[in-house]
């Protein structure tokens, strides 16, 4: 069965880098016909994504957040990675990582199949 | 402001059936039949409820349904039952510059 965790500091200073990672188990990253993603939710609200990453390491980011976020893949170590700059107060959330189901001769999204717990980051001095 | 526009709350008695909507453009929802719901339970993470509109995954009950006419997307859950009471978030593709957006969620009560 195919778990996603979570990884990195659940704390980061105003104007710094957030670096998370996530461990894929019970499965290859490397899986065609499956993107990887970000997704966060600040607290009491909606979710929004972030960006995604193809086990080739093509992406696609979130328009409003592209100028800040890079995501990468790491297939010897069956992990991708999200790091997020300049971070501030408003960067504070929970950080989840996702499978992204997609279309085999495209690249639509079809749905977010398996995710992890999630983990929490505070952006503060 | 969420790229799609769903109701801020919902609710249903137990047994009864409550249709949440999705509301978004022509390059999302109304472009392609890729449009999902995520159920999400308190301190949760969110769970894949229906995909490409009408696809239920493994083990969802089918007491949950999607449905899509134009730029709306629905998802109906008929005998409401308490564990049903969660926040659902829709999503859909969105074309290769926004690839994925999301509503900003529902909170379903069950009375």
């Known amino acids: 069965q195919l778990q996603l965790q979570e990884s990195g500091p659940g704390l980061v200073k105003p104007s710094e880098t957030l670096s998370l990672t996530c461990t894929v188990s019970?499965?290859?990253?490397?899986?065609?016909?499956?993107?990887w993603g970000w997704i966060r939710q600040p607290p009491g609200k909606g979710l929004e994504w972030i960006g995604s990453v193809y086990y080739s390491g093509s992406t696609y980011y979130n328009p409003s957040l592209k100028s800040r976020v890079t995501v990468s893949v790491d297939t010897s170590k069956n992990q991708f990675s999200l790091k997020l700059s300049s971070v501030t107060a408003a960067d504070t959330a929970v950080y989840y990582c996702?499978?992204?189901?997609?279309?085999?001769?495209?690249?639509?999204?079809?749905?977010?199949?398996?995710w992890g717990q999630g983990t929490t980051v505070t952006v503060s001095s | 402001q969420s790229a799609l526009t769903q109701p801020p709350s919902a609710s249903g008695s137990p047994g009864q059936s409550v249709t949440i909507s999705c509301t978004g453009t022509s390059s999302d929802v109304g472009g392609y039949n890729y449009v999902s719901w995520y159920q999400q339970h308190p301190g949760k993470a969110p769970k894949l409820m229906i995909y490409e509109v009408n696809k239920r995954p493994s083990g969802v009950p089918d007491r949950f349904s999607g449905s899509k006419s134009g730029n709306t997307a629905s998802l109906t859950v008929s005998g409401l039952q308490a564990e049903d009471e969660a926040d659902y978030y829709c999503s859909s593709y969105a074309g290769s510059n926004n690839f994925v957006v999301f509503g900003g969620g529902t909170k379903l009560t069950v009375l």
């Open positions: 996702a499978r992204i189901m997609i279309t085999i001769f495209g690249t639509e999204a079809r749905g977010m199949d398996v």
């Open positions: 019970g499965g290859s990253i490397g899986s065609i016909g499956y993107y």
